[in-house]
C-alpha cells in the first residue's frame, strides 16, 4: 500500500511539466544527508490508491501534464498501479528514486526517471558534477543539463 505525506503540485522537478507530485512515506534508503527524512516512517500519511489518484486527476482536468512520485518503488505492485492509472488518463509519468534503477516493469510505465542517491559532495540535478541521473525513458537521454543555472 502506497503512503503519502504530501500532495503538491509542483513545475521545477519535471522541466516543463505541471506536475501532480506525492511524497510517499517509508523510504528504506535512507540516504546519508536526506532532506526528506521525516518520510521514512511507513505508517504516516494517507493511502494513495488508484481511484483516489484518478478523483485528483479529475479534479485537475486540463491543467496537468504529469504525476510524479519522490519514492514509492519499494511498493512495487501499488506504485504500478498509480503509473497506470496517470497513464491512461494521458498524462506523463515521473519517479524519484535513490536507486541507480528501478525493475523493468516500473520503467516501462514512467515518461522520465531521476535515479541516484543524494551526495552532498556531489549536490542536485542543479549541479554538473551530481551523481543522479534525470532520464527520459523512451531514448534513455540523459537531460541534467534542463536544471543547470547559466
Given at each position: 500500500?502506497?503512503?503519502?505525506?504530501?500532495?503538491?503540485?509542483?513545475?521545477?522537478?519535471?522541466?516543463?511539466?505541471?506536475?501532480?507530485?506525492?511524497?510517499?512515506?517509508?523510504?528504506?534508503?535512507?540516504?546519508?544527508?536526506?532532506?526528506?527524512?521525516?518520510?521514512?516512517?511507513?505508517?504516516?500519511?494517507?493511502?494513495?490508491?488508484?481511484?483516489?489518484?484518478?478523483?485528483?486527476?479529475?479534479?485537475?482536468?486540463?491543467?496537468?501534464?504529469?504525476?510524479?512520485?519522490?519514492?514509492?518503488?519499494?511498493?512495487?505492485?501499488?506504485?504500478?498501479?498509480?503509473?497506470?492509472?496517470?497513464?491512461?488518463a494521458g498524462l506523463k509519468t515521473c519517479l524519484y528514486t535513490g536507486l541507480d534503477d528501478v525493475p523493468p516493469a516500473i520503467r516501462a510505465e514512467l515518461t522520465f526517471l531521476k535515479t541516484g542517491a543524494w551526495r552532498r559532495e556531489r549536490g542536485g540535478l542543479d549541479d554538473?558534477?551530481?551523481?543522479?541521473?534525470?532520464?527520459?525513458?523512451?531514448?534513455?537521454?540523459?537531460?541534467?543539463?534542463?536544471?543547470?543555472?547559466?
Open positions: 500500500m502506497l503512503r503519502y505525506v504530501h500532495e503538491d503540485i509542483v513545475w521545477q522537478e519535471v522541466p516543463g511539466e505541471v506536475s501532480l507530485a506525492y511524497t510517499i512515506a517509508g523510504c528504506p534508503l535512507r540516504c546519508p544527508g536526506c532532506h526528506s527524512t521525516y518520510t521514512w516512517n511507513a505508517d504516516q500519511g494517507d493511502e494513495l490508491t488508484p481511484a483516489r489518484l484518478q478523483r485528483r486527476i479529475e479534479d485537475y482536468a486540463g491543467m496537468l501534464s504529469c504525476v510524479l512520485f519522490f519514492g514509492g518503488e519499494w511498493q512495487g505492485e501499488a506504485l504500478l498501479a498509480c503509473l497506470r492509472t496517470a497513464r491512461a554538473p558534477a551530481t551523481n543522479q541521473r534525470f532520464i527520459r525513458t523512451a531514448d534513455g537521454a540523459v537531460l541534467n543539463q534542463l536544471f543547470w543555472r547559466n
